[in-house]
């Protein structure tokens, strides 16, 4: 991370100090009691001596239970030598040393503050219940504090740059060429962007890469289906033509899943819904007497529906009969959704209800049967058709037929600029670039050694690794993993193998992140231990750090239901509702301004929504709640940033000014608010290391919302510029080094901090 700052208190720059002034305080009260101890005459042994801060408002500190334990122990002593012990239960014996500990542990506790408080190190040191209270001198650490984030500036919370001994690979942001990004897809951009951001802070040199789809089935679909339908009709002008080709992936993908989709949701309806079985077998034996359709293929149908069983269109010997078919059930959908809607289930004593729940309503139903009604009559005879002609298409791939490596070239410049434009709005920049039209070769080479040194075997025309087998285990943990197709076109496995071994081998890394969804785990175990089943030990450093679904209020997001909003509709709202909240809050500022503060809000709100939820849960993601200036998310952090910014600028004092008087800062009588502050500023380069040790940027989002939360708390309670002096200037610097905290908490979640909103 690159130093950046434009205060003169940091013209000298250097590393944020490790551990902080606060956690230097905790030290020196652990080494003030061990000492005190020594000359007690009491053995610390491996006995712990932990801290927790003072539970008291208005009170910076530390309170030790050491008392506690030691005075356990002598007592327990006592009584042992005396016999007190002996024939009596262990129950009986904890109560009886319980019931004399308390008095003991006070007594310890006083003679270890008198000798703490005799060294004049702290404010305050007191022995209460049994505990030894060590009050820090809230002046003389917040000058110390204040001066040593004023002197870090935007590296506050950070350790120095490579200060550990590991270089880690982060890979994120796989998204695919001839595909549209949607708001999914953000969880993993943000996600990526910030874990990045908080390791190299960690003091970690960190590698971002991100790993490009541009081949695979998806992409083979998308060029059969402009090839086949659109070849001539690209945008101009301004128009994405990387848009434009999502589209045509979205139309393959419906083409070709039609008659799966047809099959799915009649299973779905048939299977959960008895009066409309009966309604559907009524109106097929109508059919059936009138010679509408062929009487066996209905009789084939009707014996299926009635038992509720399975539709297979290979059985039929007229395909098309589910054609002829498909408008009843649209009848018969309509009826159903015009009905007055039943009585919800009784719900029984244990509080489940006494009838199964549909898992679509009526009108549900019947929009799907409208969706997939769209094409039904002129896409659902030529799909097996479609089908075998992707099949030619990716053999055009596998052969390398000029004409269509031309027209990939093409395509995937046209998506790759779109996704350039992604990553830069969103700061994702990238050490490197892994294509996975570049490993398929070395992924059948390792599948070939795999299979000549046994670890894999050809199982049903296909290359696998039965990995519980090799690894001799008895319970199914890592199952079977196909590697290669049966035709030899390359899965997903064969390229990850190769690309997992290229990155510590090229680029020397101690660990390899794959930043993707929770969907995957097994998935990447299997590959890790293939590669240690094959001698690559390093495989064993790879670690998958997953994460829940982004859905929306209305539900689950699905491409294929049509309610996954791209990316750039959702950043273009959120940038909408952005810019007229400025306007409204601040109408005087330059127009340009506001559309600057608007896009900092905006995309701030979204990196936010992505991060603020731990990655083990689903996130339903809401634009309103998202850009909320009073709740949990990114404005109302950025305008506590900008109130600062305000308060520093209406008190024209210097950064100068504040650096020459950082010795003689004076609180006067600390309030509550504003050591609870100070607390919250100097805990940051602790909530970084542990954020970092955990890839988890939670931590970050909980501190910077807690943060100014409590910026705002000492705001309101403690005026600043109407202070006298020399509490006015103590309170300014306090100001300054909460911006200044601000600023890096939410940079290294990848976050502008406004400096007007």
């Not at 003679?111 to 305050?124: H, L, N, P």
């Not at 058709?385 to 052969?399: C, D, I, L, S």
């Not at 660990?511 to 097994?522: E, H, K």
């Not at 943060?707 to 600043?720: E, I, K, Q, T």
């Amino acid at each position: 991370m690159t130093q950046t700052t434009d205060s003169p208190i940091a013209s000298s720059p250097s590393p944020a100090p490790e551990p902080g002034i606060v956690a230097r305080e905790e030290r020196a009260a652990v080494e003030a009691i061990g000492a005190a101890l020594v000359d007690l005459g009491i053995e610390l042994g491996n006995r712990p001596l932990d801290l927790r801060p003072l539970p008291f408002a208005g009170t910076w500190g530390s309170a030790s239970a050491i008392s506690r334990i030691v005075a356990g122990e002598l007592v327990t002593r006592e009584l042992e030598a005396a016999g007190d012990l002996e024939g009596i239960s262990k129950k009986e014996a904890r109560r009886t040393v319980n019931e004399r500990v308390g008095a003991r542990a006070q007594e310890v506790a006083e003679r270890i503050a008198a000798k703490v408080d005799a060294a004049g190190r702290f404010a305050r040191v007191e022995a209460v219940n049994g505990y030894v209270n060590i009050s820090y001198n809230a002046n003389t650490v917040a000058a110390s504090l204040i001066g040593e984030v004023l002197r870090a500036g935007d590296r506050y919370g950070a350790a120095p740059p490579n200060s550990k001994p590991e270089r880690v690979m982060i890979e994120h942001s796989q998204l695919n060429t001839h595909k549209a990004a949607h708001v999914g897809h953000l969880r993993n951009i943000c996600l990526g962007v910030a874990v990045t951001n908080i390791v190299r802070a960690g003091g970690v040199a960190t590698m971002p890469t991100t790993y490009i789809g541009d081949i695979g089935r998806h992409v083979v679909r998308c060029l059969w289906c402009y090839e086949t339908f659109h070849r001539g009709e690209e945008p101009t002008g301004d128009a994405s033509k990387g848009r434009w080709l999502g589209d045509i992936y979205a139309e393959a993908d419906a083409r070709l899943n039609l008659r799966a989709d047809v099959l799915a949701f009649l299973h779905t309806v048939i299977r959960e819904d008895e009066v409309f079985v009966t309604a559907v077998d009524r109106m097929l034996k109508f059919l059936w007497r009138t010679n509408t359709v062929d009487g066996e293929d209905i009789a084939y149908l009707l014996g299926r529906i009635s038992q509720q069983g399975e539709i297979k269109v290979d059985q039929l010997r007229d395909e098309n009969v589910l054609v002829t078919f498909w408008p009843i059930i649209g009848d018969q959908l309509r009826a159903e959704a015009a009905q007055p809607k039943p009585p919800e289930p009784p719900i029984s004593a244990d509080g489940e209800t006494d009838a199964p729940l549909p898992t679509m309503t009526p009108e549900e139903r019947l929009a799907e049967w409208e969706r997939l009604d769209a094409h039904m009559t002129d896409w659902w005879p030529h799909v097996p058709a479609w089908e075998q002609a992707v099949r030619e298409t990716f053999q055009r791939w596998e052969r390398k037929d000029p004409n269509f490596v031309a027209l990939w070239e093409e395509t995937r410049a046209w998506s790759v600029a779109d996704l350039r434009s992604i990553f830069d709005e969103f700061d994702a920049t990238f050490d490197a670039w892994f294509w996975e039209s570049e490993v398929e070769d070395e992924g059948r080479q390792i599948v070939r050694e795999l299979l000549e040194r046994g670890i894999a075997e050809v199982s049903d025309g296909l290359p696998v690794v039965k990995i519980d087998e090799q690894l001799g285990l008895e319970h199914e943990t890592y199952h079977t993993l196909p590697i290669l197709r049966s035709d030899g076109t390359t899965l997903y496995a064969t390229k990850d193998l190769a690309l997992t071994q290229q990155k510590f081998v090229e680029y020397d890394i101690d660990r390899a992140i794959w930043v993707v969804d929770v969907r995957q785990s097994l998935y990447f175990d299997q590959i890790s231990k293939i590669l240690e089943l094959a001698g690559f030990e390093k495989a064993a450093n790879n670690l998958h750090l997953g994460y829940e679904f982004v859905t929306l209020p209305t539900g689950v997001i699905s491409s294929r239901k049509g309610n996954a909003p791209m990316l750039e509709d959702v950043r273009d709202e959120m940038l909408s509702r952005a810019r007229a909240v400025i306007d409204e809050k601040n109408p005087e500022l330059p127009a340009a301004t506001r559309q600057e503060v608007a896009r900092q809000v905006g995309i701030g709100a979204l990196k936010y929504a992505m991060l603020a939820r731990d990655g083990n849960k689903v996130i339903v993601f809401d634009p309103e709640e998202a850009l909320s200036f009073d709740g949990h998310a990114a404005p109302y952090i950025q305008y506590a940033h900008a109130r600062a910014c305000r308060i520093l600028e209406h008190a024209s004092v210097s950064d100068i000014d504040l650096a020459a008087s950082l010795d003689t800062l004076d609180f006067g009588e600390t309030a509550a608010e504003e050591l609870s502050l100070l607390q919250q500023i100097s805990e940051l380069p602790g909530v970084v290391q542990r954020a970092a040790a955990e890839y988890r940027p939670l931590h970050l989002t909980n501190y910077a919302f807690d943060l100014a939360r409590r910026f705002n708390d000492f705001y309101h309670a403690c005026p600043v510029l109407q202070s006298a002096e020399p509490t006015r200037t103590a309170r300014i610097a306090l100001v300054a080094a909460t911006r200044t905290t601000l600023k890096s908490s939410l940079a290294l979640l990848g976050i502008a901090a406004p400096e007007v909103m």
